[in-house]
């Protein structure tokens, strides 16, 4: 009897043992809740650009912006594998998921095949980390599901102070998307082929083709009503035309007549604030058509390369000049 006591004393204790060890591998095996993040995310949300990029990405899709003398950046777009998968089986981006975005100033030339760009050099870095459960709510670079921050693209050190300010004004549109443009990354499967624009088109865009005009004398005698279409096209994701209404950009209500940053309520960046200028017809169109000229290290220059037409930009200059 005491021997069966024994024996049975010994099989429990082994059984436990197995237990432990079984447990303790399980945890092993599972990274904990913030692991996705470990590697570029700190403990208060700071980010760092991925260890080892490009390593472990895959690219999904681009995009080419055009200037006034054809295509002025291109933009390429990466994300994990397993986030491709994830995106093609649920239609979402899950909790963790990485988009990296290069943006590379071009070079030209014509070739057998007809004009052609290419990317040259590297302007600067984008990144999105999904965030389902918001982690980081006193860390301004998280905000609306994702972290948002930029790098520096010698260094690759993040640069970004406020991810509504510095990165998400060029999202606004795909807001309805989880703020991403999932119609540019064939990658992601039919699942990504939602909120497409309904003017898309195919070919060569030539009968778009920008009006080759100097800026000098733009803003009299422009369409008006064309220019409310235009500044809803070009414009109003990331200004409002309601006094006191600011968002992305300061309110344009009155605009034309008044020293640059000054829109009471906004938080304009240091070139706008210490700004000489008054936004007259002329020094409007001109801010418009090249946004990083006029004001140099002003945001919107980051966020807008500038409306090339010079009727469209006459035309919401007009509109412009209504506003009160």
Not at 237 to 254: D, E, F, I, Q, T
Not at 315 to 322: G, R
Request: hydrophobic share 40%; aromatic share 10%; net charge positive.
């Amino acid at each position: 009897m005491v021997k069966q006591r024994l024996l049975f004393a010994v099989a429990i204790a082994i059984t436990g043992l197995l237990l432990f060890v079984s447990g303790y591998k399980q945890a092993q095996s599972e990274p904990p809740e913030v692991s996705a993040y470990s590697s570029f995310v700190d403990e208060t949300g700071n980010i760092k650009f991925p260890p080892g990029f490009p390593n472990g990405y895959v690219f999904i899709g681009s995009w080419a912006v055009n200037g006034s003398a054809g295509v002025a950046e291109i933009h390429a777009v990466y994300t994990r594998a397993v986030d491709v998968a994830n995106f093609k089986a649920t239609g979402e981006f899950l909790d963790g998921a990485v988009l990296v975005k290069e943006v590379s100033a071009t070079l030209g030339a014509a070739h057998t095949t007809g004009n052609a760009s290419w990317a040259h050099e590297s302007k600067t870095w984008f990144m999105m980390i999904k965030d389902s459960k918001h982690r980081f709510q006193s860390n301004p670079l998280w905000g609306d599901g994702w972290g948002w921050a930029q790098f520096d693209p010698a260094t690759r050190v993040q640069i970004s102070k406020n991810y509504k300010t510095d990165c998400q004004g060029c999202h606004i549109p795909a807001k309805r998307s989880d703020w991403v443009y999932t119609y540019a990354y064939p990658a992601l499967g039919p699942k990504g082929q939602t909120n497409l624009p309904k003017d898309a088109v195919s070919g060569d865009h030539a009968k778009d083709k920008p009006e080759q005009s100097s800026s000098a004398g733009q803003g009299a005698g422009g369409d008006v009503v064309a220019g409310k279409t235009a500044f809803g096209i070009n414009c109003a994701s990331c200004h409002s035309v309601a006094p006191g209404a600011n968002g992305m950009g300061p309110s344009l209500a009155g605009v034309v007549g008044r020293k640059a940053g000054t829109a009471p309520g906004y938080d304009y960046s240091t070139a706008m604030s210490n700004a000489d200028l008054v936004w007259t017809l002329e020094n409007i169109s001109k801010h418009i058509e090249k946004p990083r000229e006029l004001i140099p290290g002003n945001r919107m220059g980051n966020l807008f390369l500038g409306l090339q037409n010079a009727k469209q930009r006459a035309d919401v200059v007009a509109y412009l000049q209504t506003l009160k």
